[in-house]
């Protein structure tokens, strides 16, 4: 038996595994814009940290694609 927790990302409900980190979730959504900005609860999270910063239950996680050009 699987045990999963709830999270939010991109304002929708998902379940994932208690031991996910922020790259888990890049990997599993296919996150793959260079320019990505990452939210969790809020707060912006640097790109060197997406391997290390885990979730937890009720977490929110927002995947940003800047419009870069003119």
């Keep these: ?5 709830r999270i939010t990302v991109n304002g929708l409900p998902e379940e994932v595994s208690p031991s996910a980190t922020l790259a888990d979730l890049i990997d599993r959504f296919r996150e ?10 809020g707060r912006f999270v640097f790109p060197q940290d997406y391997a290390s910063t885990g979730v937890a239950p ?3 996680v927002e995947f940003i694609h800047p419009n870069f050009g003119g």
């Design 1 to 5: 038996m699987s045990v999963c927790i």
């Design 32 to 41: 793959m814009d260079r320019d990505l900005i990452v939210e969790h609860n």
């Design 58 to 60: 009720n977490d929110r």
